[in-house]
């Protein structure tokens, strides 16, 4: 059973920064593409940032994009977002999750596609 944890949420002032962490366990991290997502009352819950396996391939939302960066250590079995220059409208609780995919480079967009979730850490942008 592959658990995830995140970390690193919080309360920030508008144009601020915030890493947010995703550690896994109880699986293999390397054969999983990963991914981060976000959620706010009453929506769907929306693609942020994705990484291949092997941490060569992302792809960003256009609302995030230039601004977050997603990463990988496969050594530490930890997934990360590098968010900077942060805005009220990116406050949402924030999800990792994992894929298992056979393909290095390959990586989902669609979150009903991910097989394991976190249990999400919520981040608080201030005007």
């Known amino acids: 059973q592959v658990q995830l944890v995140e970390s690193g949420g919080g309360l920030v002032q508008a144009g601020g920064s915030l890493r947010l962490s995703c550690a896994a366990s109880?699986?293999?991290?390397?054969?999983?593409?990963m991914g981060w997502f976000r959620q706010t009352p009453g929506k769907e819950r929306d693609l942020v940032a994705v990484i291949s396996k092997n941490g060569r391939s992302t792809y960003y939302s256009d609302s995030v994009k230039g601004r977050f960066t997603i990463s990988r250590d496969n050594a530490k079995n930890t997934v990360y977002l590098q968010m900077n220059n942060l805005k009220p409208e990116d406050t949402a609780l924030y999800y990792c999750a994992g894929k298992y995919l056979l393909s290095d480079s390959a990586f989902s967009l669609q979150p009903r596609s991910y097989d394991w979730w976190g249990q999400g850490t919520q981040v608080t942008v201030s005007s």
């Open positions: 109880g699986g293999t991290f390397s054969t999983y593409a």
